[in-house]
């Protein structure tokens, strides 16, 4: 009797360990505290080829995603591969091991992947962000910005910047711009932000260098200083974290400077007149909901205009500090006109597909 009472006790000891121990196994990434009662929760993954900590893309796709997972009760996993190529496949595979219900995606790279599963799982909702991507079944569904219009007005504001007489103005018409890779998606920033310029003055000059790299900010330094020395005294980066060193730059060289993607203007303050935010978290959270009302279409090109969920400026106290009274009338007059349909910026066609 004592021989079963001790083997009883012996198997309720084993039985509290590994109780304590279920909850061990981790998912791939970070995800919510999402409510476990009751119904299933979804599992929404962002997988990109960027990192977080880039206060741009990466980080407003992100903050989509967490508002997603706070405001509807999911689960969420953020699979990054920092620009490390050979981490593609790997971030790729693990996305879908996790079993999600959405994928968002910001694919440079492993289209053709993503591709390959989303043929595989026809049930799982993948939404491609930035550029079009169309798998075999076309299930894939793409978000595009409208940023021809969010640069168009950041050229307007460099060019009332080189025009206006500010304490970091020159003499000289020329305002610049860095780009990350010569790719379309970047030559249809700048084109709208040439169309902006021109719309105040068409005889300043716009002097452009692309840095061939994304995740660099030694080279985005680099190519500032090139531009300012060529008589430029504000930038538009569009650059990722290359671009960072852009604005490190403007500070440096007390020049001026327009972030991207996010609001950037608090990074150096003072120099950083206002930032050409694209609302990629707005636009992920707007198609989540799309999923949850039932209106999302597998297969769809979503595209976003100027305003919340697509591109604006980030006009703020740091805007307010630079730009004069008159400047920022300006400013808005010129928005009001693009929001009510009286300008009408023009698309770059290589970028664009229907």
């Not at 000891?13 to 999402?34: E, K, M, R």
């Not at 972030?259 to 959270?285: E, F, H, L, R, W």
């Amino acid at each position: 009797m004592k021989k079963l009472v001790s083997i009883l006790a012996l198997l309720l000891a084993l039985s509290l360990v590994f109780s304590g121990c279920g909850n061990s196994t981790q998912d791939p990434a970070d995800t919510s505290d999402a409510d476990k009662t009751g119904e299933e929760p979804l599992r929404v993954a962002f997988v990109t080829w960027e990192a977080q900590g880039d206060n741009g893309f990466c980080d407003s796709c992100v903050s989509g995603v967490k508002r997603i997972a706070e405001e509807f009760g999911c689960e969420y996993t953020i699979l990054e591969a920092g620009g490390d190529t050979s981490k593609y496949t790997q971030i790729v595979d693990t996305c879908f091991q996790w079993q999600p219900d959405v994928v968002f995606a910001s694919c440079n790279g492993f289209e053709e992947q993503l591709c390959k599963y989303a043929d595989q799982n026809p049930d799982i909702k993948i939404i491609n962000i930035d550029t079009i991507l169309d798998n075999s079944n076309k299930t894939i569904s793409s978000v595009q910005f409208v940023q021809e219009e969010g640069s168009f007005m950041a050229g307007v504001v460099a060019a009332l910047v080189t025009e206006g007489g500010l304490e970091y103005s020159n003499e000289e018409k020329i305002v610049g711009a860095v780009g990350g890779n010569d790719i379309p998606v970047i030559r249809s920033f700048i084109y709208g932000y040439e169309q902006g310029v021109a719309y105040i003055n068409p005889e300043i000059k716009v002097e452009t260098v692309y840095c061939g790299d994304f995740m660099d900010p030694v080279l985005g330094k680099q190519a500032a200083n090139q531009l300012y020395a060529k008589g430029c005294d504000i930038i538009y980066q569009i650059a990722g974290v290359t671009g960072d060193g852009c604005l490190e730059a403007a500070g440096e060289n007390q020049k001026y400077a327009i972030g991207v993607n996010s609001n950037q203007n608090g990074n150096v303050p003072g120099y950083v007149v206002t930032s050409m935010v694209k609302d990629c978290g707005g636009a992920i959270y707007d198609i989540f909901t799309k999923i949850m009302d039932g209106s999302y279409k597998a297969g769809e090109h979503y595209r976003y205009y100027y305003g919340e969920g697509g591109t604006y400026i980030a006009i703020d106290e740091y805007t307010e500090s630079i730009l004069t009274p008159e400047m920022l009338e300006t400013v808005r007059e010129v928005e009001e006109k693009l929001i009510n349909g009286e300008i009408e910026v023009e698309l770059y066609p290589d970028f664009w597909v229907d």
